[in-house]
């Protein structure tokens, strides 16, 4: 296996543990007290950030697989959020080669736009079928804590994981588009 390959392999692998470690951190018991403030969906914005760096890293089956076993674990509707995901991330993946003009304010404005429209998607849908879900505050507010904590995670997946956008010569020399 070549270098370009194998590094891909790793980097999908690298994907999947930081997954598997979100889906640990969320299920582990740290307090019985109710929680104040919900979590941010820190999956769901590691994968835009993926995504927008790194598509090859963040194939859509990858994505479909890991937001399913996420909707598994955490008692979600079995692939509605998954199925939404992938939708959100076909979209920033095709509009990716556009936003390297934009800058990161542009980038993350998208990628808020982008969460928005899943959260908003998933809560009428599951609403039109009549499926109990959470008060619509902590709903926006982990919405609202989601779309603020995605500077931090491409700060870290840049700086720890060397998660960069592609380059035009590494595009070339992988066969992608710059």
Same mark, same amino acid.
């Given at each position: 296996?070549? %270098?370009?390959?194998?590094?891909?392999?790793?980097?999908? +692998? /690298?994907?999947?543990?930081?997954?598997?470690?979100?889906?640990? $951190?969320?299920?582990?018991?740290?307090?019985?007290?109710?929680?104040?403030?919900?979590?941010?969906?820190?999956?769901?914005? *590691?994968?835009?950030? &993926?995504?927008?760096?790194?598509?090859?890293?963040?194939?859509? $089956? *990858?994505?479909?697989?890991?937001? $399913?076993? @996420?909707? *598994?674990?955490? !008692? =979600?509707?079995?692939?509605?959020?998954?199925?939404?995901?992938?939708?959100?991330?076909?979209?920033? =993946?095709?509009?990716?080669?556009?936003? %390297?003009?934009? +800058?990161?304010?542009?980038? &993350?404005?998208?990628?808020?736009?982008?969460?928005?429209?899943?959260?908003?998607?998933?809560?009428?849908? /599951?609403?039109?079928?009549?499926? !109990?879900?959470?008060?619509? &505050?902590?709903?926006?507010? !982990?919405?609202? $804590?989601?779309? @603020?904590?995605?500077?931090?995670?491409?700060? /870290?997946?840049?700086?720890?994981?060397?998660?960069?956008?592609?380059?035009?010569?590494?595009?070339?020399?992988? +066969?992608? =588009?710059?």
């Amino acid at each position: 296996m070549d %270098k370009p390959a194998s590094h891909n392999l790793a980097m999908r +692998g /690298l994907f999947a543990a930081l997954a598997v470690l979100v889906l640990f $951190l969320h299920l582990l018991p740290l307090d019985a007290q109710p929680n104040r403030w919900p979590f941010p969906d820190v999956l769901i914005a *590691l994968t835009f950030a &993926w995504v927008l760096r790194r598509p090859d890293y963040v194939p859509t $089956l *990858l994505v479909a697989f890991v937001m $399913l076993m @996420a909707d *598994l674990l955490l !008692q =979600r509707p079995p692939g509605l959020l998954a199925a939404l995901v992938v939708f959100g991330s076909a979209y920033l =993946r095709s509009a990716a080669p556009g936003m %390297k003009d934009a +800058g990161f304010v542009g980038e &993350w404005m998208s990628v808020g736009v982008v969460i928005t429209g899943v959260f908003l998607a998933n809560r009428v849908i /599951l609403s039109i079928l009549s499926v !109990q879900q959470a008060a619509l &505050w902590p709903v926006m507010i !982990q919405l609202i $804590l989601t779309i @603020a904590c995605y500077p931090a995670i491409v700060g /870290l997946s840049q700086s720890v994981f060397g998660v960069r956008r592609i380059s035009a010569s590494d595009a070339s020399a992988v +066969g992608g =588009r710059a």
